[in-house]
């Protein structure tokens, strides 16, 4: 059960940092001719962002949350 407790904090966790972060950036390689790919052809590095949707983050919190409570409500006493 302990197991349990540790991936529902972990969980939580991520949904809470996935709510403060918001959305991340990276960069992405652009190869410009597909068939050159395995030379090293000309690349373009391209900044992309993604947007984390605030509904994926509270998801996260509220199934961590409900695996929480599962998991000490099943400890024997």
């Known amino acids: 059960m302990l197991t349990v407790r540790i991936l529902a904090v972990v969980i939580i966790l991520a949904g809470i940092a996935l709510l403060k972060m918001g959305n991340f950036t ?3 390689e652009i190869r410009k001719d597909a068939s ?3 030379t090293g052809g000309p690349v373009a590095l391209v ?3 993604v947007t984390i949707p605030k509904w994926l983050s509270i ?3 509220v199934v961590g949350g409900i695996i929480l409570v599962a998991s000490v409500k099943k400890e024997p006493k």
């Open 59 to 61: 998801g996260f919190i």
């Open 47 to 49: 900044e992309r962002t």
């Open 26 to 28: 990276f960069a992405d």
């Open 36 to 38: 050159d790919s395995n």
